[in-house]
């Protein structure tokens, strides 16, 4: 008994309408799909095709958004504030796209990797989890409802726990490392969902946008202070921000290679923008306990872990762990982009993360590549193979160049806007001064420890009885492709800046609120 | 070994049945009675786990065996999305089910729903008998070389 009548008029959606979905939901069927077919060698063709076109879809997306506006998608047709929504915009268009550039150009080097680090029962329920943590990330990044980021959080972390636990195959201390993972994972998630619950308490809402305007005529409400101190200590252990990233040098070190070049470039990155997201959209740096707290707790802490982390790294004997401390400095910067608060500053963090995200994914294939060859990534090990593996190691200079930000290198522009946004706030506050001595000081720091590696690889005599030879193409070819893109968007630097300003714009322009309902009924 | 514990046996074996029974008419009953796709898998699982516990792990692995656990686990959550894109190829929003009755949306959301309960319900057995031979067969899949 149809009644035509009381029924709306649908437009069918084309598959256009269906790409902030398809973002998350291609990387999340190819996990199921890779456990229940159970075939070692279609889980690679499956993971790769199915990041590949997350890849494609991610760059259409931005490219629909760089000027500005967002897409609204809803899911099962309840619109928001009530139903889940992904909203995409400049911002996360953009960390869509470093997550899924990383995870499709890992993964013709994981398959090298993997086959030699993993038992190889274990191949396809690796590649699902790795699919899994992919989803997890892209899925964190794309929402636009703040519990639905927690899922998300949760799927990626779980699926990582078990990846970094894989690196157990190799050393047993894999397991130490991704337990104490889990249990500062799971700490920092239930304080985040702490925070969350807080603001459902004060507001009723789980939708970022719809918590924004709903905090704004909040004012000084204590609920909604301590959910945001919730919030980011909870975010800022996914972030590993300084005092509490002690997780991450033991998992980077134990986890397989491919498993940490992964990770090295998305989670923190991903974390990092959800962070960004809750301080500026949902709550708005127009609240003096927000800017307070950049000010009083991010900036400061930012610059001790540009120092401290550094200076960890230039006394590391293994080339892994000292990557995995430079990374901890290396998010320093990114925080201390953020602290700054202005546009520059965010567009020097967002460019950071992008950049850092290439050189540091590049670094750590470096030193999977020379784990294939030597079995170690101890200085011991590999000093002296700049001559036997020349093509391995020139990809290691680029990145390590990269990574201090020497002109001509991506890593150069984003520090030297860093170094800029403090500067144009010298006048206000002549302490920013202090600030930009700092970041330079530290680059040096950066300057030693990366040169500690060229000495170990290029001026050390190699071990006679070494028979390491050069990496086999699968690992050469993404390692090039990345430090292409590392001196690429160091020389032609407008596309990622544009992007990069477009996106701290809008960031800076808080909440761009909700949709009217008659709108929310259509994707936009 | 087997001579020990009659009753519980029997009452085991008459038991299964019924509580398969009774897990199925929570998952398809559930959209008018309590219930629904997680609690009829639990109830499914716990089929299963009562005959491992009375009958030894590796006899429901006979009957459950542990390949096919993985294959259904990963099965349900392909259930549950494919029912999403299914909405998507209908030209509809994912999972919104009114696209399998365009004319009578209640119709459409009533099939939609049974169709993810389902899917859950295959994942939840999965996953509950998964965690019960995971914990029950620990020891012997343990060898020294392992630690």
Not at chain 1, 416 to 437: G, K, M, P, T, Y
Request: glycine share 8%.
């Amino acid at each position: 008994m149809a009644n035509t009548a009381l029924v709306a008029e649908h437009t069918a959606r084309t598959l256009y309408d269906h790409l902030p979905l398809l973002q998350v939901l291609v990387p999340f069927c190819a996990a199921p799909l890779i456990v229940l077919l159970g075939s070692r060698r279609l889980a690679w063709p499956l993971a790769f095709v199915s990041s590949a076109i997350a890849l494609i879809i991610s760059v259409m997306l931005m490219m629909s958004v760089r000027e500005g506006g967002y897409i609204s998608y809803t899911m099962g047709g309840w619109s928001p504030p009530l139903g889940i929504e992904y909203r995409i915009d400049a911002t996360n268009a953009y960390v869509l796209m470093l997550i899924s550039a990383i995870g499709t150009v890992v993964l013709p080097f994981a398959y090298v990797s993997v086959k030699d680090e993993i038992r190889s029962k274990d191949h396809s329920l690796f590649y699902a989890c790795w699919m899994l943590c992919l989803t997890g990330l892209l899925g964190m990044v794309a929402t636009g409802d703040a519990f639905n980021v927690f899922v998300f959080l949760e799927i990626s972390s779980l699926s990582t726990y078990v990846l970094v636990a894989q690196g157990a195959a190799r050393d047993r201390r894999a397991l130490t490392a991704a337990y104490d993972y889990l249990i500062m994972g799971t700490i920092g998630a239930t304080f985040f969902v702490i925070g969350l619950g807080m603001l459902y308490m004060a507001t009723g809402t789980l939708n970022m946008a719809d918590l924004a305007d709903r905090i704004a005529d909040q004012g000084a409400n204590r609920t909604v202070r301590s959910g945001f101190a919730f919030i980011v200590v909870g975010l800022g252990l996914k972030v590993a921000m300084f005092p509490l990233h002690l997780w991450l040098p033991k998992a980077y070190t134990f986890a397989p290679s491919a498993v940490t070049v992964f990770l090295s470039a998305t989670a923190t990155k991903a974390a990092l923008y959800v962070l960004m997201r809750f301080i500026f959209s949902v709550y708005h740096p127009d609240f003096s306990f927000t800017t307070n707290a950049l000010e009083i707790i991010f900036l400061p802490l930012a610059i001790i872990a540009m120092f401290s982390a550094s200076f960890v790294a230039a006394f590391q004997i293994n080339f892994k762990r000292m990557l995995a401390y430079s990374s901890i400095a290396q998010v320093g910067y990114m925080l201390l982009g953020i602290a700054i608060l202005t546009e520059t500053g965010l567009t020097a963090a967002l460019l950071h993360m992008f950049n850092h995200g290439l050189a540091k994914a590049l670094l750590f294939m470096g030193v999977g590549a020379l784990v294939l060859r030597t079995g170690s990534a101890f200085y011991t090990q590999i000093s002296g193979l700049g001559r036997k593996m020349p093509l391995t190691c020139g990809a290691i200079v680029v990145g390590g160049l990269s990574l201090i930000g020497v002109p001509g290198t991506a890593g150069f522009l984003s520090k030297w806007l860093l170094v800029q946004a403090a500067l144009e706030r010298v006048a206000e506050n002549s302490s920013f001064l202090l600030v930009s001595i700092a970041i330079v000081l530290s680059s040096l720091l950066a300057v030693v420890y990366v040169w500690r590696v060229f000495e170990v690889l290029y001026l050390r005599e190699p071990d006679p009885n070494s028979t390491a030879t050069e990496a086999p193409l699968m690992m050469l070819i993404p390692m090039w492709i990345l430090a292409g893109s590392c001196l690429w968007f160091g020389l032609s630097t407008d596309f990622l800046y544009d992007i990069a300003n477009q996106a701290a714009l809008g960031l800076l322009d808080g909440s761009m609120g909700m949709l009217d309902s008659n709108e929310a009924l259509g994707v936009k | 070994m087997i001579f020990h514990h009659l009753i519980l046996r029997v009452v085991t074996k008459l038991l299964v049945g019924t509580i398969i029974l009774f897990a199925l008419y929570v998952q398809f009953h559930g959209d008018f009675s309590p219930g629904g796709g997680f609690q009829a898998g639990v109830i499914m699982a716990v089929a299963f786990i009562l005959y491992g516990i009375v009958f030894s792990l590796e006899s429901v692995k006979k009957v459950f065996p542990e390949w096919l656990v993985h294959k259904i686990l990963a099965l349900g959550v392909l259930i549950y999305a494919g029912t999403g894109i299914a909405t998507m190829l209908l030209g509809y929003d994912f999972l919104d089910y009114d696209a399998f009755a365009p004319l009578h949306p209640t119709h459409g959301q009533h099939w939609g729903l049974l169709a993810i309960e389902f899917g859950v319900g295959v994942t939840v057995t999965g996953v509950m008998v998964a965690i019960y031979y995971a914990f029950a067969g620990r020891p012997p899949s343990l060898t020294d070389e392992d630690w």
